[in-house]
């Protein structure tokens, strides 16, 4: 019978070591809630688990909305949801990491294991992207930076390579009037996967015209979309009946979705369509500066 | 490998147990310890019904390796009342009748108690979003939720337990 | 004794239940919970295919593996003939029973059990599953009800002949059995009616999802003795399955009651226990058995899922002339779907001249469909109600009012035979009409929805005791599982009967060589039946205490009287005593006769049925096609509420499984006919935040024939739910669903439907 092997490295030169030099399959884990499902149902027999936690930094958060945050990437969900600073600059992204399954989940769930799972309808996914985020990998050929979009290459796989995990997350620096939001839709109220997510940032002039966004789209694809035909609707814009229309129509082109025990590919297609509108409006509003636009 | 030896401390007692790998902390609670409150209602942390308390956040006990649980401080169901004395959360559920067939009862509990440490006076919509990853079959939570906001109005000193 | 005009003082009241300290702190121990010393772990190979022979079962590699005690197969179980058992709920043959539990010459679904082991540990198990080697001959598989009906269909069994039809077929057939019920002329009603209404409704399987996988502990002892621990909804139907599926006597096996963690009629047979007691005797040591969620859904028993045609003739005025109902239930792999009582209840709410209903009960390559909480009703009604609902419509009606006008009272007779009596039917319409709920304002894009639910509760066999220690304290004993209260509600009517404190009554719940025989709990029987063992028990006790008192005070035991848990002389005639109370008499017990107790078996019979009456207020997004439930009431005739708290509690989640069933509940099929969404994550049960308070208002009409006037309340809440919330859609949007669940892609395709009509408009 294979035996599984447990290291919980307190350094990142033992942590790639291991994970370079492994005979076998090495899983990283760092908050375990895909993980474990994957060991337990038999889906995944690795044979080295390399636990992140007690690599120093790894779960803080740092910087602020004008220099930029970084966020450590085993930091779980609930930690995410606390900071403060990090709610008012993005509130979209700290949305997104908490709608990810139960409390019970949001105690242990990361932004790195939600990226590197690769599942096309990962929520935290979108605002990761609509936000501009980077990825900063370790390895055994260093430190590198990836924007975040480029991670996900199809279900359940990565680009990085062999020894390397990813260090922390940085998101840029906050323009003025910028405001960011994720919607998803569910059958029920909670704990369900996304049939479709929507994330989208963006940043206006004082006339409460856009001149910057990004729109990303998630359980519509095989991987998590960035959509530049979305945001080109919305850039040079105000959010007016015609944009949003605009905006609706290139969301739902952009879906190549599949029929599955979560959606149909015609009902995902028109809900990306009905999320853009609703998330765009949230996200208009924050970066307008409106009180009280929150999600749930 | 041969088996991990892991030290923490569970409802305030030092405690070590031996574990492979594969065993998630569930498995040593109920298995090694002998803690049998927490429940195995699905493995994969969508129902809570195994719900703990690791360094002061409420988790699925499922989705963690018991290896995982070294240096940590551990809240069972077992560790909630003190002594005889029940938790507000306990006393409530009862008056209540807020359990049925009180399996999903330890795992509701555990992450009501987390619910009031961290937000002593919830709205009922905020309770019932907090508690969404705890399943309950037999109550339709009406119960559940009545029991847990009178236990808040206990706990800030609203009302007489 | 009738006690129901009583000034009653325990009954009625809401004591903390006596099982509770151990369930609020987790001690209580569950199906999974129980240990032994030198206990191995078992597990189950479950077929991968829907439908195949199995050609040959290889074992030998799994038995050499180390650390592996005994492996099983059907081989192992003894060949039993065809023989119908009546000791669960609902229809069962010993033999497709054996058969589920292991299989014999075919699986018939994917996860069927073909073989088991147990080992040292539950990775050894594993391991040693992945050893056992399985020739199948795969065969086309069938899956949905119509589909498996066809001339072509895959069969199943080639020695099922459709019963109910004449002259017999000698040509098997995945049509188990055709049932009819007629009563009068229905097509003459048809044609004599102003107004028709048809409607063809499907529904999907779902599962009893009760929180707590099966799980249970074995030792069968070299002697040839069995002992059971597991969670079950009746110990001595575990006891029964075990002797005749092993062929082991009655009296040689133990089976004690773990507490049981939901069952919803999910746990009224066996899956595991047979299989574990199998693996002991080989292995020799005790075998702990538990089955995955994965498992649950897969192997165990979700109710069936069906199609039905309706149809209602009526008058101008409102008066129904005239009912029809065609209905096709899945069985799963086994004969038995709920196909009978699904044909009664539809339309037993109604008092309707010409009725004429068909069922079919049809197998396909999914699990056998076990009992789940009114089996079979819930399917029927939700076709007849959102019916109903379209003819009040139609014909300008309230859909409270034509419900009046048709409802069932004193004296009608039902459809299916029995004519009802003592029922709460109108005063529970009446009571929904008066509720604040129904004139509530609702805003632009809301609806609201109503709909009746009936099933007619049993009651059976049961035993209780009541001993009375020697402090005087009591000891009440039931011979049934409690699945949702009944320690306390049993405990209070020997309080009651006894005039004692219900602090001063436990309750506890004996193994099956400790209790005389008790029927399983189900059918919402055991406060009824059971309850009715209890206080005759505890009546025999007071006759008792009344004689001991009688002869302490040398006077006839005429003039003795028991009142508030105290002997009385009954006059001043009788003589000056002091009055005795129990703790007094209990320390004369062995002067005055011996131990004081009494333990009752009797076979209850005057069950009285229950009648429910649910209004939903949805809101629906027309763009994603969500459904939110704004304010749910649930009003029920309950008879008596013995323990008011429990009974509100059956009916609330009653109430949530239906709207459970109503909105996202399914069984998920893929293209190989393997469930696709055999986990909470996809099998989408409530959670807190989808359901607002459920308001449960208790109606009271006696049931006379139940000393306190109770009548089982457990199931009637589930039935109501699925049109309630139909009913609130269609008022919300103009769009009338059929098919459950209507989940938001449907609700959206719905609305997308009749959008361009509307537009034109």
């Given at each position: 019978?294979?035996?599984?092997?447990?290291?919980?490295?307190?350094?990142?030169?033992?942590?790639?070591?291991?994970?370079?030099?492994?005979?076998?399959?090495?899983?990283?884990?760092?908050?375990?809630?895909?993980?474990?499902?994957?060991?337990?149902?038999?889906?995944?027999?690795?044979?080295?688990?390399?636990?992140?936690?007690?690599?120093?930094?790894?779960?803080?958060?740092?910087?602020?909305?004008?220099?930029?945050?970084?966020?450590?990437?085993?930091?779980?969900?609930?930690?995410?949801?606390?900071?403060?600073?990090?709610?008012?600059?993005?509130?979209?992204?700290?949305?997104?990491?908490?709608?990810?399954?139960?409390?019970?989940?949001?105690?242990?769930?990361?932004?790195?294991?939600?990226?590197?799972?690769?599942?096309?309808?990962?929520?935290?996914?979108?605002?990761?992207?609509?936000?501009?985020?980077?990825?900063?990998?370790?390895?055994?050929?260093?430190?590198?930076?990836?924007?975040?979009?480029?991670?996900?290459?199809?279900?359940?796989?990565?680009?990085?390579?062999?020894?390397?995990?990813?260090?922390?997350?940085?998101?840029?620096?906050?323009?003025?009037?910028?405001?960011?939001?994720?919607?998803?839709?569910?059958?029920?109220?909670?704990?369900?996967?996304?049939?479709?997510?929507?994330?989208?940032?963006?940043?206006?002039?004082?006339?409460?015209?856009?001149?910057?966004?990004?729109?990303?789209?998630?359980?519509?694809?095989?991987?998590?979309?960035?959509?530049?035909?979305?945001?080109?609707?919305?850039?040079?814009?105000?959010?007016?009946?015609?944009?949003?229309?605009?905006?609706?129509?290139?969301?739902?082109?952009?879906?190549?979705?599949?029929?599955?025990?979560?959606?149909?590919?015609?009902?995902?297609?028109?809900?990306?369509g009905v999320l853009a509108r609703r998330v765009a409006a949230i996200a208009f509003d924050r970066a307008l500066g409106k009180a009280g636009a929150t999600t749930h | 490998m041969a088996k991990h030896h892991v030290s923490a401390v569970i409802n305030g007692e030092p405690t070590e147990f031996l574990c492979e790998t594969q065993q998630t902390m569930l498995d040593v609670l109920r298995d090694e310890i002998g803690l049998t409150g927490s429940k195995e209602g699905c493995a994969s942390g969508d129902c809570g019904a195994c719900s703990i308390i690791v360094d002061g956040r409420l988790v699925c006990s499922c989705l963690m390796l018991g290896c995982e649980a070294d240096g940590t401080t551990i809240t069972t169901i077992e560790g909630v009342a003190q002594g005889d004395h029940l938790h507000p959360v306990q006393q409530k559920f009862l008056e209540h009748a807020a359990l049925q067939c009180g399996f999903c009862t330890p795992g509701l509990i555990v992450a009501s108690k987390a619910l009031l440490d961290e937000n002593p006076n919830p709205t009922e919509e905020e309770a019932r979003y907090w508690l969404a990853g705890n399943l309950c079959r037999c109550t339709g939570y009406d119960k559940v939720i009545r029991a847990v906001m009178d236990a808040a109005a206990v706990m800030r000193g609203e009302k007489v337990a | 004794m009738n006690y129901v005009s009583s000034d009653l003082k325990v009954v009625g009241t809401r004591p903390i239940r006596p099982d509770g300290v151990e369930k609020v702190t987790g001690r209580a121990q569950f199906g999974a919970d129980m240990r032994m010393a030198g206990m191995i772990w078992g597990k189950v190979l479950r077929s991968p295919h829907a439908h195949a022979k199995i050609l040959s079962i290889d074992t030998s590699k799994a038995e050499k593996l180390p650390g592996v005690k005994a492996v099983v197969t059907a081989k192992d179980f003894p060949h039993i003939a065809n023989e119908e058992a009546f000791v669960g709920e609902g229809p069962m043959n010993f033999r497709d029973l054996s058969r589920n539990c292991l299989a014999w010459d075919k699986a018939l679904y994917e996860g069927h059990a073909v073989a088991a082991v147990a080992a040292a540990t539950p990775a050894i198990a594993d391991a040693a599953l992945e050893l056992i080697d399985v020739n199948y001959e795969v065969l086309p598989y069938v899956i949905d009800v119509e589909d498996a009906m066809a001339d072509n269909a895959p069969v199943l069994h080639e020695d099922l002949f459709t019963a109910g039809v004449e002259p017999k077929p000698t040509k098997p057939s995945n049509i188990a059995k055709v049932v009819t019920f007629k009563k009068g002329d229905a097509e003459a009603g048809f044609k004599d009616a102003d107004v028709i209404i048809e409607g063809r409704y499907t529904t999907k399987a779902v599962h009893q999802a009760y929180i707590e996988p099966h799980a249970c502990l074995c030792w069968h002892n070299p002697d040839g003795q069995v002992m059971i621990y597991s969670s079950s909804q009746g110990h001595f139907m575990v006891r029964a399955y075990c002797s005749k599926l092993l062929g082991i006597n009655i009296a040689n096996i133990r089976a004690v009651p773990l507490e049981i963690g939901g069952g919803f009629g999910g746990k009224t047979l066996v899956y595991l226990e047979p299989v574990a007691i199998a693996l002991s005797k080989k292995a020799g040591r005790p075998v702990k058995m538990q089955m995955t969620r994965d498992e649950v859904f897969r192997a165990s028993g979700p109710t069936s899922g069906a199609t039905m045609e309706v149809k209602l003739g009526a008058k101008k005025d409102g008066s129904i002339v005239a009912a029809r109902q065609v209905l096709k239930y899945q069985a799963g792999a086994f004969p038995g779907s709920p196909i009978g009582p699904g044909c009664m209840c539809g339309f037993a709410m109604y008092d309707i001249p010409n009725v004429d209903v068909v069922g079919y009960d049809v197998v396909s390559n999914r699990p056998k469909v076990a009992a789940y909480r009114a089996p079979g009703a819930p399917i029927s009604s939700w076709a007849v109600e959102c019916a109903l609902d379209d003819l009040a419509r139609k014909l300008g009606k309230d859909p409270i009012e034509i419900r009046e006008q048709n409802g069932a009272r004193n004296g009608t007779k039902t459809h299916y035979g029995p004519t009802h009596q003592n029922i709460g039917f109108l005063e529970t319409l009446k009571a929904a009409k008066n509720h604040p709920h129904w004139q509530a304002p609702l805003k632009p894009g809301q609806g609201r929805g109503i709909a009746c639910g009936f099933w007619f509760n049993i009651g059976g066999e049961s035993s209780a005791g009541c001993h009375i220690g020697e402090d005087g304290t009591v000891v009440a004993v039931s011979g049934n599982p409690d699945i949702g209260g009944s320690r306390a509600s049993i405990g209070m009517m020997v309080a009651e009967v006894l005039g004692v404190p219900a602090e001063q009554v436990r309750t506890i719940i004996p193994d099956t060589s400790s209790i005389g025989f008790s029927f399983l709990t189900g059918g919402s029987r055991v406060t009824f039946a059971t309850g009715m063992a209890a206080t005759q028990a505890a009546e025999r006790v007071v006759e008792d205490l009344k004689r001991r008192a009688a002869q302490i005070w040398e006077i006839p035991v005429e003039a003795v009287e028991w009142k508030d848990g105290k002997a009385y002389p009954a006059g001043s005639n009788a003589g000056a005593f002091e009055p005795l109370d129990l703790a007094t008499l209990a320390l004369r017990a062995g002067r005055t006769g011996g131990p004081i107790g009494a333990e009752v078996s009797l076979n209850a019979q005057g069950a009285g049925p229950g009648f429910g009456v649910h209004i939903a207020d949805v809101e629906v997004d027309h763009e994603t096609g969500a459904v939110k439930i704004l304010r749910y009431t649930a009003i029920q005739d309950v008879g008596k509420a013995i323990h008011p708290s429990y009974v509100e509690g059956q009916i609330q989640g009653g109430a949530a499984q239906g709207i459970g069933w109503a909105l996202n509940e399914e069984y998920i099929y893929d293209k190989n006919g393997k469930m696709d969404n055999s986990g909470f994550l996809d099998y989408r049960v409530p959670v807190a935040s989808d359901v607002p308070m459920i308001e449960a208002v208790m109606v009271e009409v006696p049931n006379p024939r139940h000393p306190f006037g109770a009548r089982g309340v457990g199931e009637v809440p589930i039935i109501p739910p699925m049109a309630a919330i139909g009913n609130a859609i269609c008022a919300a949007t103009g769009v009338r669903l059929h098919d459950l669940p209507m989940s938001p892609p449907k609700v959206r395709a719905a609305l997308d439907e009749v959008a361009p009509k509307m537009a034109a408009e």
């Amino acid at each position: 019978m294979p035996s599984l092997n447990y290291a919980a490295p307190t350094t990142v030169d033992e942590a790639v070591k291991l994970l370079a030099g492994a005979t076998g399959l090495a899983k990283v884990l760092s908050g375990g809630t895909d993980l474990l499902v994957q060991l337990r149902s038999g889906r995944l027999r690795p044979d080295l688990i390399v636990d992140t936690k007690k690599l120093p930094g790894i779960m803080a958060i740092s910087g602020s909305a004008a220099t930029g945050f970084t966020i450590g990437a085993a930091t779980p969900g609930a930690v995410i949801e606390a900071n403060e600073a990090l709610k008012q600059a993005w509130p979209g992204v700290v949305e997104a990491m908490d709608l990810i399954g139960s409390t019970q989940i949001q105690g242990r769930a990361t932004l790195a294991g939600n990226l590197c799972n690769a599942s096309p309808a990962a929520d935290s996914v979108p605002a990761l992207y609509a936000a501009g985020a980077t990825a900063v990998i370790v390895g055994p050929n260093g430190k590198r930076e990836l924007p975040v979009e480029q991670v996900p290459t199809a279900p359940g796989r990565t680009s990085l390579a062999k020894g390397e995990f990813i260090l922390e997350f940085k998101l840029p620096p906050r323009p003025a009037n910028s405001g960011d939001a994720y919607l998803r839709f569910i059958p029920r109220t909670e704990m369900d996967i996304a049939v479709v997510g929507c994330g989208i940032n963006v940043t206006l002039d004082a006339n409460g015209t856009c001149t910057a966004a990004r729109v990303s789209l998630g359980a519509v694809a095989p991987t998590v979309l960035l959509v530049d035909a979305a945001a080109k609707t919305l850039i040079g814009h105000k959010l007016d009946d015609a944009t949003l229309k605009a905006l609706d129509a290139a969301a739902q082109a952009a879906c190549k979705p599949i029929d599955d025990k979560r959606g149909t590919i015609v009902y995902r297609t028109k809900v990306a369509g009905v999320l853009a509108r609703r998330v765009a409006a949230i996200a208009f509003d924050r970066a307008l500066g409106k009180a009280g636009a929150t999600t749930h | 490998m041969a088996k991990h030896h892991v030290s923490a401390v569970i409802n305030g007692e030092p405690t070590e147990f031996l574990c492979e790998t594969q065993q998630t902390m569930l498995d040593v609670l109920r298995d090694e310890i002998g803690l049998t409150g927490s429940k195995e209602g699905c493995a994969s942390g969508d129902c809570g019904a195994c719900s703990i308390i690791v360094d002061g956040r409420l988790v699925c006990s499922c989705l963690m390796l018991g290896c995982e649980a070294d240096g940590t401080t551990i809240t069972t169901i077992e560790g909630v009342a003190q002594g005889d004395h029940l938790h507000p959360v306990q006393q409530k559920f009862l008056e209540h009748a807020a359990l049925q067939c009180g399996f999903c009862t330890p795992g509701l509990i555990v992450a009501s108690k987390a619910l009031l440490d961290e937000n002593p006076n919830p709205t009922e919509e905020e309770a019932r979003y907090w508690l969404a990853g705890n399943l309950c079959r037999c109550t339709g939570y009406d119960k559940v939720i009545r029991a847990v906001m009178d236990a808040a109005a206990v706990m800030r000193g609203e009302k007489v337990a | 004794m009738n006690y129901v005009s009583s000034d009653l003082k325990v009954v009625g009241t809401r004591p903390i239940r006596p099982d509770g300290v151990e369930k609020v702190t987790g001690r209580a121990q569950f199906g999974a919970d129980m240990r032994m010393a030198g206990m191995i772990w078992g597990k189950v190979l479950r077929s991968p295919h829907a439908h195949a022979k199995i050609l040959s079962i290889d074992t030998s590699k799994a038995e050499k593996l180390p650390g592996v005690k005994a492996v099983v197969t059907a081989k192992d179980f003894p060949h039993i003939a065809n023989e119908e058992a009546f000791v669960g709920e609902g229809p069962m043959n010993f033999r497709d029973l054996s058969r589920n539990c292991l299989a014999w010459d075919k699986a018939l679904y994917e996860g069927h059990a073909v073989a088991a082991v147990a080992a040292a540990t539950p990775a050894i198990a594993d391991a040693a599953l992945e050893l056992i080697d399985v020739n199948y001959e795969v065969l086309p598989y069938v899956i949905d009800v119509e589909d498996a009906m066809a001339d072509n269909a895959p069969v199943l069994h080639e020695d099922l002949f459709t019963a109910g039809v004449e002259p017999k077929p000698t040509k098997p057939s995945n049509i188990a059995k055709v049932v009819t019920f007629k009563k009068g002329d229905a097509e003459a009603g048809f044609k004599d009616a102003d107004v028709i209404i048809e409607g063809r409704y499907t529904t999907k399987a779902v599962h009893q999802a009760y929180i707590e996988p099966h799980a249970c502990l074995c030792w069968h002892n070299p002697d040839g003795q069995v002992m059971i621990y597991s969670s079950s909804q009746g110990h001595f139907m575990v006891r029964a399955y075990c002797s005749k599926l092993l062929g082991i006597n009655i009296a040689n096996i133990r089976a004690v009651p773990l507490e049981i963690g939901g069952g919803f009629g999910g746990k009224t047979l066996v899956y595991l226990e047979p299989v574990a007691i199998a693996l002991s005797k080989k292995a020799g040591r005790p075998v702990k058995m538990q089955m995955t969620r994965d498992e649950v859904f897969r192997a165990s028993g979700p109710t069936s899922g069906a199609t039905m045609e309706v149809k209602l003739g009526a008058k101008k005025d409102g008066s129904i002339v005239a009912a029809r109902q065609v209905l096709k239930y899945q069985a799963g792999a086994f004969p038995g779907s709920p196909i009978g009582p699904g044909c009664m209840c539809g339309f037993a709410m109604y008092d309707i001249p010409n009725v004429d209903v068909v069922g079919y009960d049809v197998v396909s390559n999914r699990p056998k469909v076990a009992a789940y909480r009114a089996p079979g009703a819930p399917i029927s009604s939700w076709a007849v109600e959102c019916a109903l609902d379209d003819l009040a419509r139609k014909l300008g009606k309230d859909p409270i009012e034509i419900r009046e006008q048709n409802g069932a009272r004193n004296g009608t007779k039902t459809h299916y035979g029995p004519t009802h009596q003592n029922i709460g039917f109108l005063e529970t319409l009446k009571a929904a009409k008066n509720h604040p709920h129904w004139q509530a304002p609702l805003k632009p894009g809301q609806g609201r929805g109503i709909a009746c639910g009936f099933w007619f509760n049993i009651g059976g066999e049961s035993s209780a005791g009541c001993h009375i220690g020697e402090d005087g304290t009591v000891v009440a004993v039931s011979g049934n599982p409690d699945i949702g209260g009944s320690r306390a509600s049993i405990g209070m009517m020997v309080a009651e009967v006894l005039g004692v404190p219900a602090e001063q009554v436990r309750t506890i719940i004996p193994d099956t060589s400790s209790i005389g025989f008790s029927f399983l709990t189900g059918g919402s029987r055991v406060t009824f039946a059971t309850g009715m063992a209890a206080t005759q028990a505890a009546e025999r006790v007071v006759e008792d205490l009344k004689r001991r008192a009688a002869q302490i005070w040398e006077i006839p035991v005429e003039a003795v009287e028991w009142k508030d848990g105290k002997a009385y002389p009954a006059g001043s005639n009788a003589g000056a005593f002091e009055p005795l109370d129990l703790a007094t008499l209990a320390l004369r017990a062995g002067r005055t006769g011996g131990p004081i107790g009494a333990e009752v078996s009797l076979n209850a019979q005057g069950a009285g049925p229950g009648f429910g009456v649910h209004i939903a207020d949805v809101e629906v997004d027309h763009e994603t096609g969500a459904v939110k439930i704004l304010r749910y009431t649930a009003i029920q005739d309950v008879g008596k509420a013995i323990h008011p708290s429990y009974v509100e509690g059956q009916i609330q989640g009653g109430a949530a499984q239906g709207i459970g069933w109503a909105l996202n509940e399914e069984y998920i099929y893929d293209k190989n006919g393997k469930m696709d969404n055999s986990g909470f994550l996809d099998y989408r049960v409530p959670v807190a935040s989808d359901v607002p308070m459920i308001e449960a208002v208790m109606v009271e009409v006696p049931n006379p024939r139940h000393p306190f006037g109770a009548r089982g309340v457990g199931e009637v809440p589930i039935i109501p739910p699925m049109a309630a919330i139909g009913n609130a859609i269609c008022a919300a949007t103009g769009v009338r669903l059929h098919d459950l669940p209507m989940s938001p892609p449907k609700v959206r395709a719905a609305l997308d439907e009749v959008a361009p009509k509307m537009a034109a408009e």
